[in-house]
Structure formats: structure tokens, C-alpha cells
DNA sequence: TTGAAAGCGATACCAA
DNA sequence: TTGGTATCGCTTTCAA
């Protein structure tokens, strides 16, 4: 069939009319071949190849099989973090992993800052699920995804969803805590902490803010167990300076350092909320001629390849295997509940960018 | 309605039904609220969230229109390069800022090795356009792509799907041949390449191969290029050592650079085929205690941040740009089909992992 | 401003 | 083994 001259996309319905079967007997040629004889479908593949009939259209079968074979997974605008953080690269490398063995594809939305954008994005996805890691809690759109219904993931805030969403995370406070931990028992009095989305925005430098209210769960939990930590051992918090991070990326890092380092009560001890930013952290000291571990302490979270090289003391959690585990809870979902919500281990892998404070107590 | 007791998922038609309109009408207070009062739309609106209607199904929505917005982006097995080369994830950022520019997600495709799946993963996939980039030439299921008859962009093979496809490259050979008479023109003779998929199959180590007959395009124009100049400059042919990696990955590089390392005839240059390569060669260089530069020179490909940071030298070719351009490519095709094709520059950044050789000719 | 009708392209049950 | 029929959920003229 034809209209108006144009060579109209072949269809099911094209073949079966070439060869005068229904159309359920193509579809079957195609997804159920013990449902036909074999010389039938041959038949049928061949007026198809000769017809340039491209296959059952994935759309129209996602439709009526209800499935369409992909994972939505939401990005922070612009893909920055995705793929510059090698954590982040990591996880996803699980969850494409996960999702591979499934026959699954991934489906990488970028979601726009602008609301109205973003819920256009999220309402237009065809998924069968959704992975929300490293995703701005605030964004508007994040209210669509769950009304979306299908199965969620999350990876940061594990009370974001509700208890319908499945959750694979580590204790991000606690691990926090330790790192802190370990700086004030070095005997480290005059610290700064370098963390993305402190504050929105794209400002790099010191600000003040409550630690109670900080808009990124992530970064929220880990400033707080900071801060138990130094509270612990009875160090004033308004002491602690607070380096807001533009993005999570190296030179953020070492733009925020700055801030750290270049005046008079010098931090000895900056913690930062990932590896990347420690790494850049890293590097304003290099410029600077401070030897990590001695002039300056300094940690990072994640534990990247890198930091290994770097001799980065870090919080090492599972990378490659949290988005492995976050894919198959998604796609193979256990029946108990409990099941659905993982906390994973971590461990303070002490290296050599952390050592005793050396200078002499300045108040 | 409900069916069997059991809350059937709300549609447009649940909606219509609840307030007595027609299905039309919702869909319009979705996709066109201009074309209702406002009031009605509100009270749609309403009634759709306490019904917990999600929203289109965007399955559906596509079928309908014909359109998906997506980009299919086939991956090769595993992932492992898309997600470990700071080359392809700097592609794949351009590639994503273009889609997302047009509210256009990107659909990371997984092939299988094993054709069968490959197939089925393709036909399943829901894309507008698929984007080839480092995947097998040989792969049985890119047939399938070219008869899916969406748009296709090409990065690699010029050729490999006809006229018709959209292409954003370089010109492999030629850039190669560059790195290879800077290499000669240093007084080198003692050859050998590091590559990826000179043969199929997991072996890191030395082959033997007929440049003229290597089935994966880039590798094979690539060595192809460095014969160029070898053979321009007197130099046999026979007397190049051909590695094969068994990944893009720096430690295949560093395991492979042994092959050409430990043994009397050492090489005094060492050409790879990427920089990730080329990064791992190094490794190998440095646990020898041998000077990159001095005792061996390396060369990679493409220009990543760490070539920089190690002094490697190097062909750089755009990145991030090239994925941008294959993006818009796709999505905004030129009406002169001559703007589809694009060959990209590329330049030759000489930096100290090259220099003079400083043995004695050996025979 | 609202609605009726006609698909978009395929799948799956149940008969024949 | 093959075919008929009823959807899957939505969009889009075209009329009213």
C-alpha cells in the first residue's frame, strides 16, 4: 500500500498483505518462530528483506508489550558530573552492567535547571524504571518521577521516595564521622571543609550555612558527620570553615583551597566531600610548595583510582558493584522488602595526605 | 474502571471519563493548553492528580508521533571503553549537550558479542538515531541498524554505511603517518605498535597481521598510517612489531609495552593507538626505571587531559566538538548532504615522551 | 472551546 | 500451524 506516490515505511500489515497471511503470523515470523512452519517464515523474512521492511517497530511493541527495555537515569545538568567523576563513571558502569545482562538498555536523561524543561524530559522518557544518583534533591521534576509509577532506585537520601523506592547507599554520616574523626585525633584544630552544593549556585568560596539545612542530602550528611566528629571531641563547630565547591570537579577543588590557604590562620586540615575535589585540593598545594600530610592534611571521599596514586586518605564504598546492585534491584526486584534497601559497607583507607598537625596552637 | 478488583493504572480515558470529557480534551490540557479554557485544564489537572494519573504514557505519545527523542549510542561489550577512555567520555559529553539541547536523551546501547542478542537489542532499541562510535565494524547486528532506517552518524569507517549516513572523523591515516615520520624522523628503527583489536579476541601480545587486512577500521588505517611512513622513509616494513592489547585500557598498554620491552632487541619507540594506551606504556617504562623520551619514546592518540599532565606526545583531534557535531548532525541534518560529512583537523603535539634515538643502530 | 473518529504498529489470546 | 479480533494509550485532523 501506498499513498499518494510516497513510498510509504513497510509494515507488518505490508508483508502480510504481499503474501496474503495475517499479521499475526509475520509478528509471529519475528518474535515466536517455533509458532510457524520454518518454510513459512522464510518466506515471510524474505518478502520482509525484499520489501525493506526494517522489523517490528520497538515503539509499537513496547506499547502493547508494556516494556520498553531501559532504565531512566537522571542526570544533573549539563552530564559534568557523569561523566568527569570517576566514581560516578564507576557506578554507572555497574548499573550498565546489570542492566546489559537483562538485554536493558540505559536511558541517559539530561535534566535541564529549567523546571518546565525538565518535567517535559521526565514525562517523554520511556522507561521501566528510574536510577536517581547524584541528582539535585530540589529539582522539581524529581515529583514527576515518582508519579511516573514504576520502580525507582536511589542512591543518595534513602527516605527521598518514600519506602516504595528501592535504595543502595552507604551511611554517609557515619563514614563522614570517621574521617573527621581521624583529622581531630591528628590533632587538627583549624579546618575547612570543601563540598559541592553547599549552597546553589555557582559560587566557589566560603560561605555560612546550617548544617541542619543544607538543600543536598549528600553533602548535608557528610558535613554533619564532620561535624559530629569535631563536636565529639569537643571543637567548636563555628571554628570549621565552610568552602562552597561550583562543581565537582578538580579545579573547583583548587579554586576552593584557595580560600583555605591563602591568609593568615591557614587551615592544616581540609576535608573534602569527594575524591575529585581533594585532588584538586592536591594541587593548590603543590603550586603552593605545602607537602600534604605534613604542611597540610587533606581527604577526600569515594576512593577513585587516583586517590590511590595520590597517597589520598579516603572513604572507600563500592563504585562498579552499588550501580551493579542498584540495576538488579531494579530489574530483578527480591520479593522481601527488606531486601530493596542495601546499606553498604565502607573504610577509611588512611594514605599519606593525612599526618599530625605540626603547627603550634594558634587560640 | 477497574478490573478484577484490581486498580487498573489511570489513563487519559479514566480522566475523560471521571469528568464527562473526551479523551481529546485531557490530551490537550497536556500537550496543547492553549487549546482549553483554563479552567477546564485546571480541573483535569486536578482530577488526573487524584486519580494518580501519571501523565501520558510516553510510550504511547511516541507511537503516535513518530518520534522518541532519543539517540541510540551503541556501546561495545561491556562498556569498558565508553565509560574508561577520557577520549570517548569527552564524545559522548558533546554528544549528550547536543541531544539535551534538543530535550533529547541518549539511549546507551549495549551490544552483546553474541550476535543473536546484539540483534535482538537492536530491534528493541526506541531511537530516532543511532550514533556508531567504537563499536566492531564486523558486528553481524549493525546490518540490522542500517535496516532500521533511522538517521545513522558515523565516527569511524567513512564508508561502512554508505552515502547516506551522516560522518564526523578525522583522517585517520593520515594522522597517523604524521606521528610515525616524527618518530623516523628522530632516528628510530626499532619499532613496535601498541593497539587495540588488531585481532579479535582477548591476547595481549605480539602478532602477526597484514595492516591491509585488519578488520577493525580505525586500528587498521591508523597502522596503516605509520607504514605510510616507515616504508616513505627506506624503513622494512617486517622489522615492525605489532602488540596486540586486549583492551583500550592503560594496563593492557603497560602489558603490552612488555612485550616489546623485555628482550634484547628492545624498541626504542613504542607507537599506540590511543592515549590510554600509550599512558599504561609509561607505566611500564617507569617500574623499569627507563626515561620516556630517552631510553624509549611513546607516542599515544588523541590528546586526553593526562597526555598532557605525563609530556606524552600525541595527535590531537576534537572531542567533546566532534560529539557535538554528530549530535546536531542527527538532530539538525544540513539540507546539502555535503555538510554531512565532516572531516575534522587534527594536530601533531610533540612533548617529551619523544625524542632523539640514542642507541646505537643495532644492525 | 470541545468532541468524534481514525489511526500509530504491533502482540496475544483463542478459535479454527 | 494459521488467522480473527481486541486491545495497548495517545494524538490529531475535522466538525460541531
Redesign the interface.
Given at each position: 500500500m501506498q499513498k499518494g506516490g510516497a513510498v510509504m515505511?513497510a509494515t507488518l500489515q505490508t508483508i502480510a498483505d504481499e503474501l496474503g497471511v495475517s499479521r499475526s503470523t509475520v509478528s509471529n515470523a519475528y518474535s515466536r518462530p517455533d509458532q510457524l512452519s520454518p518454510d513459512l517464515r522464510a518466506r515471510i523474512l524474505a518478502t520482509a528483506e525484499r520489501l525493506?521492511y526494517?522489523?517490528?517497530?520497538?515503539?509499537?511493541?513496547?506499547?502493547r508489550r508494556g516494556k520498553?527495555?531501559?532504565i531512566?537515569v537522571l542526570l544533573t545538568d549539563?552530564?559534568?558530573m557523569a561523566?568527569?567523576d570517576p566514581y560516578a563513571?564507576?557506578y554507572?558502569?555497574g548499573l550498565?552492567?546489570a542492566?546489559?545482562a537483562r538485554?536493558t538498555?540505559?536511558?541517559?536523561?539530561?535534566l535541564?535547571t529549567d523546571e518546565a524543561?525538565g518535567r517535559?524530559?521526565v514525562?517523554?522518557?520511556?522507561?521501566d524504571a528510574f536510577c536517581l544518583y547524584c541528582v539535585p534533591d530540589w529539582h522539581g521534576a524529581l515529583e514527576?518521577v515518582r508519579?511516573?509509577?514504576v520502580p525507582i532506585v536511589i542512591g543518595e537520601d534513602p527516605n527521598a521516595f518514600g519506602p516504595d523506592a528501592s535504595y543502595v547507599g552507604i551511611d554517609e554520616r557515619a563514614a563522614a564521622r570517621r574521617l573527621g574523626e581521624h583529622i581531630v585525633n591528628l590533632g587538627h584544630r583549624d579546618i575547612a571543609i570543601v563540598a559541592h552544593w553547599i549552597v546553589d549556585g555557582g559560587v566557589t568560596g566560603e560561605v555560612s550555612a546550617d548544617p541542619d539545612a543544607l538543600r543536598y542530602y549528600v553533602t548535608g550528611e557528610r558535613v554533619r558527620g564532620f561535624r559530629d566528629a569535631f563536636t565529639g571531641a569537643g571543637l567548636p563547630w563555628d571554628r570549621v570553615r565552610l568552602i562552597n565547591a561550583a562543581a565537582n570537579h578538580r579545579e573547583e577543588g583548587a579554586a576552593g583551597a584557595a580560600h583555605a590557604l591563602d591568609r593568615h590562620d591557614r587551615a592544616t586540615a581540609i576535608l573534602c566531600t569527594s575524591d575529585v575535589l581533594a585532588l584538586g585540593v592536591l594541587d593548590a598545594l603543590r603550586v603552593r610548595g605545602l607537602t600534604p600530610g605534613r604542611d597540610v592534611s587533606v581527604t577526600g571521599f569515594d576512593d577513585i583510582p587516583d586517590a590511590e596514586v595520590h597517597g589520598l586518605t579516603t572513604i572507600r564504598q563500592p563504585s562498579v558493584e552499588r550501580g551493579r546492585l542498584a540495576g538488579e534491584l531494579l530489574l530483578d526486584p527480591p520479593e522481601d522488602p527488606a531486601g530493596r534497601r542495601l546499606t553498604l559497607p565502607v573504610s577509611l583507607v588512611v594514605r599519606a595526605t593525612t599526618g599530625p598537625n605540626s603547627t603550634k596552637e594558634q587560640s
Open positions: 515505511a525493506g526494517s522489523g517490528p517497530n520497538p515503539t509499537a511493541r513496547s506499547l520498553v527495555n531501559a531512566g549539563n552530564l559534568s561523566f568527569t563513571v564507576a554507572l558502569r550498565a552492567e542492566a546489559s538485554e538498555s540505559l536511558l541517559l536523561i539530561n535541564p524543561a517535559r524530559v514525562s517523554n522518557a520511556a522507561v514527576l508519579q511516573r509509577g
